[in-house]
């Protein structure tokens, strides 16, 4: 009893609470904090010197520098457990059409994990700001499509007899971490426009991912025959598994986890581009692209892939002699009860005819673009609104945030905001900046609700550090870039 | 106002206290009921088959068989083999003894010369072909390859002198070299014994004056005495035993033989008292017992069935078939001359065929023979006047496959099958969670057969509680259509869909057999149509199974409200 309700709890927390890339968008207005300009590298900073991450002694890690980010555009744990009611008022209770009621088209989940080992950044009196950046970013994003849980929840029946195909072409699977090195530079320009470029160089540790074309089922409504159709790839490049003719071999092995971390085998680049353009004193427009590059997968990595059609007739029953030389009339290469999950595996092998390889395969990072309009309604108070998109393997999602931004003192900034992400309208998000002497603390959520309620957020991100910074204007604060 | 922002952290900081702890419960998997509320509908396949005659053909063992006939469709086959003994167990040489005594009387008739004395002599020594230990009195043995035999030599002297002795076989030989052997014996050693083993001889039994059964043997004696005189008494016994030939060849004229062939018994199955199926209403159109035999004895010989015997079931009687029809081929009343080799090393074949022409068979088959049992017999130079000479190899041997065959030629008008399984399917169906169930059975028959089907539900004391097919009427296989020729024009399909109703499925919760029930019968059977099954023909089937579940309730309790609420 004890282990099923576990397993029920391990399954609603995989698939409710798990957005990968960047979206920090109350962040995006924090140009006190040098760490915006991970989002708008365009935005040049207040400050003239700014030293951050872990390997700044004691201030450089409480609180720690990082970055967490989940998100889910479809629904919450209680889409899937909540409270009952009547007598199960007390009680939680499992609620599969609620789940499916939420369900969008395509159901993505977002996580990413990022730890700062150093950030630093430099500003000339002509307002060019150099930046160096030292990071790992874990991430994981899957994509689930609808007719995927309308399939395993709902079952086949109803879009067979409509004639229809479970159409699974969107779905992806992908988890990784690699190291980032950012190099960025931005400046002003004609008066009005700061533009900023960030070169990465990455350095990959590990990758589970899929690479799906073409995948539905369609199952005959004359014979229950399911056909599936496929055409897609499960690639891996980690030392720990190796997929062989015979079997997998697995090496958890202490080596093998030090060999991960300190790999420089798997080479990748992306870059964050931004254009920042100050209409009047009081508005602006900004636009900005990140982490638009991709990993090139070379070591330990392997492909498996899949391509044409099979028709799953079920198991084949047969003729054959039993250990007495009688006949029988039994399952063909009946599984022993030991290597059933071998046998599923490789009949799975064999239904699609999947060939293994070792071979080098390039991973793309989920990219984001932000496109941002500021008005500053007095001299302390600023209003922002934001787009953002994140694009990431033929999965499109967007979100709108509305946010109010002052700059309070000159070492105090406050920042709330209002956003629509991942579909709900429930996200109030709430960040600050303070600074103390040399000091600069900052923390930012783009849902703080989710910290209340958990059970309800499909959104939950927060981005903290400490900065020592450098050179503060010491009257008014003015943003360069926004202002 | 320091007031109004203290009461509102305290507020926010209560506020934030009582929602983690509800948030908390949020969390608490011991608070997890169990309640459900589920309606999915899954349709899957289950199992397939394509299993085709040949394939059955493939598998089927030696007194089973399946296969096709001359006439290009499918017979069923039971068989039994039969055999000679060992053709060395049956017919071979006896031992032969040489006895010899030559006195010193004997010597002396034939001189003296230098202090000693020498005798000689050639005899004959006469072998038999025996069968079975029993003398063929009239075999004309003419020669012998030998794998193996024993000469075993006994001497004894009592002349206390010296003795020299050389035995000679100018018949046996190898390499053309006669088989001879030699012995001393003198004042100490006054007797002497010798066993040997020779191997690769030829024997030659036409040398003497019979021409056969026949090999001379010589010797030779010399005495030598120390004296001046000659002993004056004393005797020299010699005893030669000849035995256990093993030969690779024998040629000559072996006489009449009666050679027993192993008897056996034919169990026919497809009559046999079964559980699982039966057949009320059939025909064969053309039933046989064939007999084909293998002969590698050069030798003219005449077969017969000493005694053939079949069980009718039908009537609970054993029945003679060989004497009940006079034109019945292998009676002992009706011999039959069968084939012999012409070469060692070659044998002949040849069959013989028991049909409704020369048998009873088409009053035996429709009683339900269920086994035939036979003691056949083989006579060697029945009729040979003229001494013909016969020749048999050491691996000679004269053996017979008897089939009793029914070509699949006919009709079947009543043919049942029935079979239990035993399930236990309440911990699937116990908890009222399937709404609806149904079972798709597709078939693409390819047999000209019809059959109808029923599954019924039993409790433990295979009590039945349901039936699953509601349409008795509908065909499970509907036979598939035939060509001018008879043969299968095209495979023909046929849809089988049991539903079961929430009701139907609860019973099934005290399923523990499911009976099936399959009545069959070939195309046209009542019309008294005949037709031919054909190798090629075969069917192929799939299972698909559709479950409906409608479930509102905890899956720890087993309740399920809807079926509460609803009454059902």
Not at chain 1, 60 to 72: A, E, I, K, R
Not at chain 1, 73 to 86: K, T, V
Not at chain 2, 66 to 94: C, I
Not at chain 2, 550 to 568: F, L, P, Y
Request: include cysteine.
């Amino acid at each position: 009893m004890r282990t099923r309700r576990t397993i029920i709890f391990a399954l609603v927390m995989m698939i409710s609470v798990a957005a990968m890339s960047q979206q920090a968008n109350t962040l995006y207005y924090m140009n006190r904090v040098f760490q915006s300009q991970t989002v708008n590298v365009s935005a040049i900073p207040d400050n003239k010197i700014q030293i951050g991450g872990l390997i700044v002694p004691v201030f450089g890690q409480v609180p720690p520098p990082m970055y967490f980010n989940y998100g889910n555009n479809s629904f919450n744990y209680n889409h899937i457990l909540h409270y009952g009611a009547g007598d199960m008022k007390d009680s939680l209770v499992i609620d599969l059409p609620l789940l499916m009621k939420k369900a969008k088209n395509t159901i993505a989940i977002r996580n990413e994990l990022r730890w700062d080992y150093l950030n630093f950044s430099f500003r000339s009196k002509s307002n060019a700001t150099f930046s160096v950046s030292i990071a790992d970013r874990l991430m994981f994003g899957t994509t689930i499509p609808r007719d995927m849980l309308d399939f395993v929840i709902n079952g086949n029946a109803p879009y067979m007899y409509e004639g229809k195909m479970h159409d699974f072409s969107k779905l992806s699977f992908s988890a990784n971490g690699f190291h980032e090195v950012g190099l960025g530079f931005a400046t002003t320009f004609a008066s009005k426009f700061s533009v900023g470029a960030r070169m990465k160089l990455l350095f990959g540790m590990f990758d589970v991912s899929s690479k799906v074309s073409r995948l539905s089922v369609t199952t005959d409504p004359e014979t229950f025959f399911i056909t599936a159709d496929a055409d897609f790839q499960l690639r891996k490049s980690m030392p720990f598994v190796e997929i062989t003719d015979t079997g997998i071999n697995k090496d958890f092995s202490s080596k093998s986890f030090l060999k991960m971390l300190s790999t420089f085998g798997n080479p990748g680049v992306a870059v964050d581009l931004g254009l920042t353009y100050n209409i009047t004193d009081n508005m602006s427009v900004s636009v900005s692209a990140t982490d638009i590059g991709f990993i090139n997968w070379m070591q330990d990595s392997q492909v498996a892939s899949a391509n044409g059609e099979t028709i799953i007739e079920g198991a084949e029953i047969g003729l054959s002699k039993d250990e007495n030389g009688k006949l029988q009339y039994s399952l063909v290469n009946m599984p022993q009860k030991d290597s059933i999950g071998q046998y599923i595996l490789d009949t799975v092998v064999e239904l699609f005819d999947m060939g293994i390889k070792d071979k080098k395969y390039i991973g793309w990072l989920p990219s984001n673009l932000y496109v941002d309009f500021s008005y500053r309604l007095h001299e302390k108070l600023s209003l922002g609104l934001l787009y953002r998109g994140e694009f990431y393997r033929r999965t499109y999602i967007q979100a709108v945030t509305l946010s109010a931004n002052s700059n309070i003192n000159h070492w105090l900034s406050l920042h709330a905001s209002w956003s629509f992400i991942d579909n709900t309208v429930a996200n109030l998000g709430f960040g600050f900046s303070a600074r103390l002497g040399f000091i600069t603390w900052y923390m930012v959520t783009d849902n703080v609700l989710a910290f209340v309620f958990p059970q309800k957020a499909k959104t939950i991100n927060l981005h903290m550090g400490c900065n020592l910074t450098f050179g503060h204007p010491k009257k008014k604060s003015r943003t360069a870039a926004k202002l | 106002m320091r007031k109004v922002i203290r009461l509102l952290v305290l507020a926010i900081i209560a506020t934030t206290c009582i929602l983690s702890a509800c948030t908390k419960d949020n969390f608490d998997m011991d608070r997890l009921s169990g309640e459900v509320v589920y309606d999915g509908s899954y349709a899957i396949p289950l199992v397939y088959s394509d299993l085709s005659l040949l394939e059955v053909m493939g598998l089927l063992n030696d007194t089973v068989e399946l296969r096709e006939n001359d006439g290009g469709f499918l017979s069923l086959f039971y068989n039994a083999e039969v055999e000679t003994k060992m053709v060395q167990d049956l017919l071979n040489l006896g031992d032969v003894s040489y006895s010899k005594t030559i006195s010193i009387a004997d010597f002396a008739s034939r001189g003296t010369r230098d202090n000693s004395l020498s005798y000689n002599g050639e005899e004959k020594i006469s072998f038999t072909l025996k069968n079975e230990g029993v003398t063929t009195d009239e075999a004309e043995i003419d020669s012998l390859v030998l794998n193996s035999g024993i000469f075993e030599y006994e001497l004894s002297s009592t002349f206390g002198q010296n003795l020299s002795v050389s035995v000679e076989f100018p018949s046996i030989t190898k390499n053309g070299q006669p088989l001879r052997d030699s012995f001393t014996l003198n004042a100490q050693n006054t007797t002497a014994s010798r066993t040997v083993t020779i191997e690769g001889y030829n024997i030659d039994f036409t040398t003497t004056s019979k021409h056969f059964n026949e090999i001379p043997i010589k010797y030779n004696v010399s005495l030598s005495y120390g004296g001046a005189i000659p002993p004056a008494s004393g005797a020299l016994s010699v005893n030669v035993r000849i035995g256990n030939f093993r030969y690779k060849s024998i040629h000559g004229y072996f006489g009449k033989n009666s050679l027993l062939l192993q008897s056996d018994t034919i169990e026919v199955k497809l009559f046999r008292e079964k559980q699982k199926y039966h057949i009320d209403d059939f025909y064969f159109n053309d039933p046989k017992i064939k007999v084909h035999y293998w002969n590698s004895y050069g030798v003219p010989s005449r077969f017969y069935f000493q005694q053939f015997d079949t069980y009718m079931k039908k009537l609970d009687v054993v029945y003679d078939v060989a004497t009940q029809n006079p034109d019945f081929p292998m009676s002992a009343l009706n011999p039959y001359d069968v084939a012999h080799s012409s070469t060692p090393g070659v044998y002949a074949e040849d069959s013989i065929f028991i049909d409704r022409n020369n048998s009873n068979l088409d009053d035996i088959v429709p009683n339900r023979p269920t086994w035939f049992h036979f003691c056949a017999v083989a006579e060697t130079n029945p009729d040979n006047p003229s001494h013909e000479r016969n020749f048999i190899s050491e691996d000679s041997k004269l053996k017979a496959r008897v089939s009793v065959e029914f070509p699949l030629w006919g009709r079947v008008g009543q043919f049942y099958y029935n079979d239990t399984v035993d399930v236990d399917v309440s911990s699937i169906v116990g908890n009222n969670y399937v709404e609806r169930m149904a079972v798709l059975i597709n078939t693409d028959n390819g047999l000209p057969v019809d059959s109808r089907i029923q599954f019924y539900v039993a409790d433990e004391n295979y009590n039945v509680m349901d039936s699953l097919v509601k349409d008795t009427d509908a065909g499970f296989l509907t036979a598939a259509p035939l060509d001018a020729n008879g043969r299968v024009a095209s495979r023909i399909s046929t849809q089988t869909k049991i539903e079961l109703t929430r009701e139907q499925v609860d019973k099934m919760s005290d399923c523990k057999h499911i009976l099936i029930r399959i009545f069959a019968n070939t195309e046209g059977a009542y019309e008294a149509k005949t037709m031919k099954i054909y190798p090629e023909y075969g069917i192929k089937f799939n299972v698909g199974l559709e479950v409906d579940f409608d479930v509102e309730g905890n899956i720890n309790s087993g309740v399920n409200k809807k079926v509460v609420a609803t009454g059902k």
